[in-house]
């Protein structure tokens, strides 16, 4: 089973920036869709960012479109998140998420099939 480590959380203050990477174990060459998704406390996992893998279209939700971008390094079998422009509200726990589905709706978590541990983000005001 592929493994998913992300790395890159911590403290920034509002309006910083932070970059998030999800490494996999092995080269993902059988995923479709790598997303992120985050949960913040008493909250449910929401929707981030995903791109598919070998054509790498992107998408974004609306609460994150124009501060977060996400990217790819098929080298590295890594995938990015940078995220500028940190809000409060963006803190939370994010997870890296993989599906080797084609059909995979990239919005729902639950159709993702392997997840990484996750890395705390907070923004302080």
């Known amino acids: 089973q592929v493994q998913l480590v992300e790395s890159g959380g911590g403290l920034v203050q509002t309006g910083g920036s932070l970059r998030l990477s999800c490494e996999a174990s092995?080269?993902?060459?059988?995923?479709?869709?790598l997303g992120w998704f985050r949960q913040a406390p008493g909250k449910e996992r929401e929707f981030v960012s995903a791109?598919?893998?070998?054509?790498?279209?992107?998408y974004y939700s609306e609460s994150v479109k124009g501060r977060f971008t996400i990217s790819k390094d098929n080298a590295k079998n890594t995938v990015y998140l940078q995220m500028n422009s940190l809000k409060a509200e963006d803190t939370a726990v994010y997870y890296c998420?993989?599906?080797?589905?084609?059909?995979?709706?990239?919005?729902?978590?639950?159709?993702?099939?392997?997840w990484g541990q996750g890395t705390q983000v907070t923004v302080s005001s």
């Open positions: 791109i598919t893998w070998s054509s790498s279209n992107t």
């Open positions: 092995e080269r993902p060459f059988s995923y479709y869709l």
């Open positions: 998420a993989a599906s080797r589905l084609s059909g995979t709706r990239w919005y729902r978590w639950a159709e993702y099939d392997d």
